[in-house]
């Protein structure tokens, strides 16, 4: 019953979030400082992980192509599909549910505790659309750093195959080539902005409605941090059956 209530809570928060807008001159300046937080402050990371995970996969696909029968570019086929289909939307979600999601309960929750939400409320403003809206517009240009991270995974993994010798250059551009479908792409900004708008309002919701002291803030942050992932996995495979299946 718990767990009902909770889902409950949660899609009413977002019907209360679109109620009683606050003054676009002031919403404006939350999302720009939203999408430099939240945006802005993950493309390090995002560049970081995926050229280094493209590299790796290169690598391991290569490894374990070892009968001569197999044409060498598809070392380049099998990352490129790897990337653009899972790693880059999924996983990185799923790593950016630990830094980005954290970071929204950490500070929404600070905010519950030291009793800023309930001044927000005083003054009449929907604490709700103030704290939550300008995260869940701001993470929309989510896909705009998954699209950065497809790009450099899969330079990544040229360059492992030029410097380590997996492949060469023109067998790997050519598995790049080789049966591309545009579909796969957009299924794949689908998924992320379904992916984006969860890592804005689960997060938020656990801040939002958290109980208790500095303590409980951490608590919090673990658990949206566990319920962000396990959504994420779930409409991952919803997705994929939907439109892949």
């Keep these: 019953m718990t767990y009902l209530h909770n889902i409950g809570s949660y899609f009413l928060m977002i019907a209360e979030m679109f109620r009683k807008p606050t003054k676009w001159s002031v919403m404006k300046q939350l999302i720009l400082k939203d999408i430099d937080d939240l945006i802005i402050g993950s493309l390090g990371i995002i560049a970081f992980i995926s050229?280094?995970?493209?590299?790796?996969i290169t690598i391991q696909t290569a490894l374990n192509i070892d009968s001569p029968l197999i044409p060498k570019y598809l070392v380049g086929f099998a990352t490129r599909q790897s990337i653009v289909l899972e790693f880059a939307p999924t996983f990185t979600s799923i790593i950016?549910?630990?830094k980005v999601g954290s970071f929204i309960t950490s500070s929404i929750g600070t905010m519950r505790v030291t009793e800023q939400i309930d001044a927000l409320?005083?003054?009449?403003?929907?604490?709700?659309?103030?704290?939550?809206?300008?995260?869940?517009?701001?993470?929309?240009?989510?896909p705009f750093a998954i699209a950065i991270g497809m790009f450099l995974g899969i330079l990544g993994g040229m360059a492992a195959c030029m410097f380590g010798g997996y492949s060469t250059l023109a067998d790997y551009i050519t598995g790049i080539q080789t049966d591309f479908e545009v579909f796969h792409v957009i299924y794949s900004f689908i998924k992320t902005f379904v992916f984006a708008f969860v890592l804005a309002t689960i997060p938020s919701f656990h801040g939002y409605y958290m109980k208790g002291g500095a303590l409980e803030v951490g608590e919090a942050s673990t658990t949206s941090f566990v319920w962000t992932a396990v959504a994420i996995i779930l409409l991952n495979y919803v997705l994929t059956d939907m439109m892949l299946g």
Excluded: C
Excluded at 51 to 56: C, K, L, P, T, Y
Excluded at 130 to 140: I, N, S
């Design 51 to 56: 050229f280094f995970v493209g590299g790796v």
């Design 96 to 98: 950016m549910a630990g």
């Design 121 to 142: 409320e005083v003054m009449g403003i929907n604490s709700l659309n103030y704290l939550v809206f300008p995260k869940t517009v701001a993470l929309m240009l989510y």
